[in-house]
């Protein structure tokens, strides 16, 4: 018998970096995603298996388990199997790491006579940046009955939006208060949604380094958060798009000038005419783009490939 949980991949349209301090942002969760299955094992081991898009195997790893089912480091981390060898350490490491911390919150987490068989599987590629580890986060977290903010935050760091997407299926916002989320579904289903397109910049973008990088400033945000909340607010109920493209360039400006780092229409589209937002880390994964019919024709003929309009990328 197998039981089998299912988490939404994320993308964050506003808000990002300063989401970690407190800024209103608003996040949508993806049609991508993905789901980890459970099957008893006949062996006191936890047999972990991830899959990709295509179903091919790109990491595979075994844990023992102690008498009363305590999760044991593994012994050898050759046993692992990554598409980068030298990564194999890196995710069975990372992975240990959310399994330990959810056995910390619930002890009878992997409790039981046998051990377990698990099997995730993304439908997305994991170069996408639509949140790998946060849907693996969330789906740890519902098989474990942990919180799965309190998993992330043990684990590692993080807004927690991301989790927020996994567990909702309509768009967010979404704001951190005295270290507690806020979650709002929102209606946000613009009449112009034909006009949005998600490009994948061919490259993905390390979250955790972008937020230490971010850390490191030291920065005043003062002035700025209430900015970007205004933006947020107003993008949610915008009603048309030239507002929405306002919206965004002016959100870009703010950004560049926090960050120090020129907008993406700056350095890869100057030319394009239409507004250009990066979505979530600056400098990869996914931006969005406020154009036409030719916006597909337009970044393919750059090299971009991976054009995906909004109401097939959003629930």
Not at 91 to 117: C, D, M, R, W
Not at 303 to 313: D, F, L, R, S, W
Request: with cysteine; hydrophobic share 35%; net charge neutral.
């Amino acid at each position: 018998m197998s039981t089998s949980f299912y988490s939404n991949g994320k993308l964050l349209i506003t808000g990002e970096y300063l989401v970690l301090d407190g800024a209103l942002s608003l996040a949508v969760p993806t049609v991508y995603g993905q789901s980890l299955t459970v099957k008893p094992a006949s062996t006191k081991q936890l047999i972990w298996q991830s899959l990709d898009e295509k179903g091919k195997v790109w990491f595979q790893e075994i844990y023992h388990l102690g008498p009363e089912g305590q999760l044991l480091p593994p012994k050898s981390l050759e046993e692992g199997i990554a598409i980068d060898p030298l990564q194999t350490e890196g995710v069975s490491n990372t992975l240990y790491t959310i399994l330990a911390a959810a056995q910390k919150l619930n002890p009878h987490f992997l409790e039981g006579e046998a051990g377990f068989e698990i099997t995730t599987s993304l439908n997305f590629p994991r170069d996408w940046g639509l949140g790998s580890s946060s849907t693996l986060i969330n789906n740890i977290a519902q098989w474990a009955q942990v919180d799965a903010y309190t998993l992330l935050w043990d684990a590692f760091s993080g807004s927690g939006y991301d989790i927020a997407c996994a567990q909702h299926n309509s768009p967010i916002t979404y704001q951190l208060k005295e270290g507690k989320p806020i979650v709002k579904e929102v209606a946000f289903n613009p009449s112009y949604k034909n006009d949005l397109y998600f490009i994948h910049l061919n490259k993905k973008q390390n979250s955790r380094d972008g937020i230490a990088a971010y850390r490191s400033k030291n920065l005043d945000l003062y002035a700025e958060l209430p900015k970007i909340n205004s933006i947020t607010q107003r993008i949610v109920t915008s009603t048309n798009r030239r507002q929405l493209e306002k919206l965004i360039t002016k959100h870009e400006a703010i950004m560049s000038e926090i960050l120090g780092i020129p907008t993406v229409k700056e350095q890869l589209f100057p030319d394009f005419k239409g507004a250009i937002k990066s979505l979530g880390a600056w400098g990869g994964d996914f931006i969005l783009a406020v154009g036409n019919k030719s916006t597909v024709h337009y970044f393919r003929d750059k090299g971009y490939n991976t054009v995906i309009p909004y109401a097939k990328m959003v629930k």
